[in-house]
C-alpha cells in the first residue's frame, strides 16, 4: 500500500540526538523515514507555491520569486544531506563509525561539503545544520503559501490559526537563546506586538469576523521573525565554534613558540655564526575577540605568526642539521682513511687534518665555516691519498722519431 505524505503543516521530524552522539540504528531508521516523507511533502508544497506564483502580477511575482528560489536552495541542501545519510545508514548496517558519521551528517553545517553556500538576502552565506535547515525551510513555506494565498493543509481559519500560534511558540523559545542586549530587547517587543495580534485575530473569529484577510500578514510576520531568530542563532552558534577554533590555534602557536625557541637555543649554543631571527610572541595579540570582524583580523594576525614560525623553524633547524652533516662527512672520512694502507707522508698529513678537525669539532659553539673547510680539504686529500696509485715499472711509450726531410733542388 503507498504510503501518504504527511500534512502540509507537519513539522520537520525531530533530529536525534546531538553532534559528537552517535545515532543509534532504529533512531537513524525512524528519523530517516520521517525525514524522506518530510522533504518530498515540502517539495509538493514548494511545486503548488511555484504553480501559484504563475498565476500572481509581474510585480507580485518579482516580489516572491527570491524567497521561493532560498526555499528550493534549501531543500536542495536538505534533499542532499538526505541522500548522504541513506547511503551511510545502508540499510541499517551501522557500526561505531557509521553511527559517529550520521551524527555528524545530522548536526555538522550543510555547507562543509558542498561547493555552494546556502544563502538569505537578507545575511548572505550561512552555515546551518540539518534540523536547522529543515525549522527554516517550514518557516519560508508556510511565508510562500501565505504570500501566494495557499493555505497549509486546509482553507480553514481554525487550522490556519493552529499553524500561526505553533510557530508564535517557536518563536518564544527561540527569544531566550538570544544574548541579553538590543537584539533580545528588540525580539521580544516583536514577539508582543505578534501577540496583540494574535490575540485580536482569535477575538475576531470567535466573532465569527472574516479574518482571511488579516491572517495572512501574520502568518508572514511571525514566519519571517522565526526564521530570523534561527539566522541569528545559527551565526552564533558558527561565531562561537571559531572563537573556540582560534583560541585553540592560539595554543597551538604558543606551544610551537615555546619549542623553536629552545630549538634557537641549542642552534646559539651549537654554531657560530648563528642564525638570528625574531620569534612572535602570540600571546602579545591579545585575547581573541568577540566580535566578528574583529576575530577574522585576529586570525589574520595568527596566519602572519604562523608564517613567521615556520621560517624560524627552518631556519634554525638547518643550522643543526649542517654542523649534524659536517660531523658525520668527518667520522665517514676519517673511517675510509683508518682503512686504507697511506704512505708514510699521507698519514702524517691525514693525522694532521685530524687533529685539527678535532679540535674545531670540540670547540663550542662550533665556528662552522672553519670546520666546513677543514671538512672539505680532509675529504679531498683523503680521497686523493687513498686513490689506485700507477703500477711501478711501467713507461710511457715514446713519440715516434721525426722522419729525415729531402734537401730541396
Sequence with gaps: ??????????????????????????????????LREWVA??????????RAVLKLSQAEQVAITNDLTVALTFWKAVSDRLTLLETTFDGGRVGPVEAERLSTLIHGRLDSNTTEHLALPS??????????ACRLLDSLTRTLQA????????AEATQRITLVRAGIERTRDQIPLVPAGAQRDDAT????RLDRRMEDLVERARRGADVGGIIGPLEIDVAVLERDLI???????????SRVRTQQQVEE?????????????????????????AIPNVRALGPVPQAAAELTAYRDKLERVSRALDLAHETYAAGLAERDEVVGLVGAVGAMAASATLAPEAAEDVAELRRRLDETLAARPLPIARARALAAAFS?????????????????????APRPQRPRP
Design 147 to 154: 504570500r501566494a494565498s495557499l493555505a497549509p493543509g486546509a
Design 380 to 400: 679531498a686529500y683523503v680521497d686523493t691519498a687513498t686513490r689506485p696509485q700507477p703500477r711501478a715499472g711501467r713507461t710511457a711509450p715514446r713519440p715516434p
Design 231 to 241: 539566522v541569528a542563532a545559527a551565526e552564533r552558534a558558527s561565531a562561537a565554534r
Design 253 to 277: 602557536l604558543d606551544a610551537r613558540a615555546a619549542a623553536i625557541r629552545a630549538l634557537e637555543r641549542a642552534c646559539v649554543e651549537a654554531i657560530t655564526p648563528a642564525p638570528h631571527l
Design 189 to 192: 517587543e516583536k514577539l508582543a
Design 1 to 34: 500500500m503507498p504510503q501518504s505524505h504527511p500534512d502540509p503543516g507537519t513539522a520537520a521530524p525531530t533530529a536525534p540526538g546531538r553532534l559528537g552522539v552517535p545515532v543509534q540504528a532504529a533512531e537513524a531508521q525512524t528519523y530517516l523515514f520521517a
Design 123 to 132: 545575511s548572505g552565506s550561512l552555515a546551518v545544520s540539518l534540523p536547522e
Design 41 to 50: 511533502q515540502r517539495r509538493a508544497d514548494l511545486g503548488e507555491v511555484d
